[in-house]
């Protein structure tokens, strides 16, 4: 199965500032029809997740323009290019390339 | 308004059984692949299965293969998950998702199981 590994495992953030997750996989995301189903999603307290990004880099819609993804091969990255109060959550990268189609671990994002 | 409502979660003794069921609105469900994930309590999510959009390809989490097993009516729009041989391991908030562009773009707000003698 491939293993996802986020770090870091918890980041504090300034508000207005940049934030930065990587999600590193023990082998390769690109599926046999040549697309990386390396995906993002926010979960906010209390709240069922949502997904913000999809194909390593495509925005979700209603998904705010300061997320964005970016990565290749066994290497990604979300980035927040300035935090938000409501950014404050929990950060889950999640692969659907293969299945069994697993999770990070999450990034807790805390102000 | 896309929909995803779960329901059929409750207290169940290890060993026994419980069926999950996804009720979908809002869209085309025989259109879309779709996937169940859950959250134990505190923890983090954990994919468990998932069934491609005309039920011909299924899959799970090595956790729960052979015990769990997925299936849908789309001419019900509903979404199955039929649990046997339940494990303490298993107790956690259970969410339907739809699955499109190789991940899950709707939730719904989850169903409980709870495992306990």
């Known amino acids: 199965d491939v293993v996802l590994t986020q770090s870091p495992l918890s980041l504090p953030v300034t508000l207005g500032q940049p934030a930065s997750i990587s999600c590193r996989s023990s082998q390769s995301l690109v599926h046999s029809d040549g697309n990386i189903y390396l995906n993002w999603f926010q979960q906010r307290p209390g709240q069922s997740p949502r997904r913000l990004i999809y194909k390593v880099s495509k925005r979700d819609s209603g998904v705010p323009d300061r997320f964005s993804g970016s990565g290749s091969g066994t290497d990604f990255t979300l980035k927040i290019s300035r935090v938000e109060a409501e950014d404050v959550g929990v950060y889950y990268c999640m692969q659907g390339s293969q299945w069994p189609a697993t999770f990070g671990q999450g990034t807790k994002v805390e102000i | 308004e896309v929909r995803l409502v779960e329901s059929g979660g409750g207290v169940v003794r290890p060993g026994g059984s419980l069926r999950l069921s996804c009720a979908a609105s809002?869209?085309?469900?025989?259109?879309?692949?779709m996937s169940w994930v859950r959250q134990a309590p505190g923890k983090g999510l954990e994919w468990v299965s998932a069934?491609?959009?005309?039920?011909?390809?299924?899959g799970y989490a090595d956790s729960v293969k052979g015990r769990f097993t997925i299936s849908r009516d789309n001419a019900q729009n509903s979404l199955f998950l039929q649990m046997n041989s339940l494990r303490a391991e298993d107790t956690a908030l259970y969410y339907c998702a739809r699955d499109s562009g190789g991940g899950e773009d709707v939730w719904g707000k989850g169903t409980t199981v709870t495992v306990s003698s």
């Open positions: 809002g869209f085309i469900f025989g259109d879309f692949g």
């Open positions: 069934i491609d959009w005309e039920a011909g390809g299924t």
